[in-house]
């Protein structure tokens, strides 16, 4: 009992990945002796065969279970890492739509200002207004391109929300140009 207590103990310590590579090794080395121990014994037809291919399977165990181990350690903090990613992307793109929220309801309003009042705008406040159309359009266009980039490398929640996103930035996007074309009418 001490011996397996101090063992549990101390893979409380150890990182998610080193844990993951013991747990494979500790698998491949117990299914390699069971598997050897039955072929030892089935060899040689007594205890001692038996004895000699636990050993031997263990040994093969064990290095087959530390190598699975390792790949899937890697496999988990390679997933880590993407959902990381993921989620960055998508609160840039929550910050995105909202800005893109508030420049389109800004520009509404200016275009409703000039309606009412039948103004219109001198070749240089439309030049200048088309022009933070055009950045701000580029600056959205940008960052749908990298988030569908990222959408496509892999599939979960987070790349379905990420998903989700880029409609919603699109739709502002659509909204912009819309008003941005319509800016036109005002010269």
Do not use: P, W
């Not at 002796?33 to 004895?51: N, Q, R």
């Amino acid at each position: 009992m001490g011996v397996l207590g101090t063992s549990i103990s101390s893979c409380s310590n150890m990182s998610d990945s080193a844990l993951t590579q013991t747990q494979g090794a500790a698998a491949g080395a117990l299914s390699g002796a069971a598997v050897g121990a039955l072929i030892g014994y089935l060899a040689k037809k007594d205890s001692k065969g038996a004895l000699i291919g636990a050993g031997i399977g263990a040994g093969v165990g064990l290095f087959a279970g530390y190598f699975y181990g390792y790949k899937v350690a890697r496999d988990k903090e390679a997933y880590a890492t993407q959902e990381d990613y993921l989620m960055a992307n998508i609160a840039a793109l929550d910050s995105q739509i909202t800005s893109a929220k508030n420049y389109n309801s800004q520009l509404q309003l200016s275009i409703s200002l000039l309606k009412s009042t039948k103004s219109k705008l001198t070749a240089a406040q439309q030049a200048n207004m088309k022009k933070e159309c055009d950045h701000n359009l580029s600056m959205i266009d940008q960052n749908i391109k990298q988030a569908e980039l990222a959408s496509q490398s892999t599939d979960g929640d987070s790349a379905a929300k990420l998903r989700d996103k880029i409609k919603k930035l699109k739709a502002e996007r659509n909204k912009l140009s819309q008003a941005a074309a319509d800016l036109n009418n005002y010269t």
